[in-house]
């Protein structure tokens, strides 16, 4: 071999293994943008779960949670000195859930439970939409997020107490009839979604 040919060659090798390391450090860079991006995904799921795991006593749903929050503030004061978390159906005060609700302000009614009553007064199957926009007219002390009309729906479909009718592109629901299959049950492919 040359001393030309082994020039040639080992300024091909160094040449490679300069674009090599800096294709190893262009990926080491966006691997680390993806890490953070992963690390503030994980810190907003953690956030959540703790949120849930907070309001998973209480049957309101979160944005009826976010408008009592005085009260939670004061309910976590008077938490026993002992530290032990409440039995169900008890506040942390150590008296029943019920009675310290009934001495305090009366609570709106859930929101499926009021989507339950619109879809009640329809025989035809309902969009989300819609239903969302007939409670914004009925109810205009309640303006729940398109999303969260969707999710308490879902919610309401998984617990068989509605159906769900996809039509295209389209998702519908009416109400369950007793002593048939839900949707979610059915695992039929026209209802499932």
Known sequence: MTSRSADTLRSRYVAQAASDLEDNRRRQRELAEKMKMLEQEEALLVDILNLAERYEGSSAPPEQAREEPAAARAEERSRPASGRTPARGETRTGTPA??????????????????????????EPRSAKELRDELL???PDRSPTPQVVRNTLE????KGRIRRHKRERSVMYTL??????????SGSPADAG
């Open 98 to 123: 019920g009675k310290s609700a009934a001495k305090g302000k009366s609570r709106q009614p859930l929101l499926g439970d009021l989507l339950l009553r619109l879809l009640g007064g329809h025989s």
């Open 137 to 139: 007219k009925k109810h």
């Open 155 to 158: 919610s309401l479909v998984a």
């Open 176 to 185: 369950a009839e007793s002593g048939g299959p839900t949707a979610a049950e």
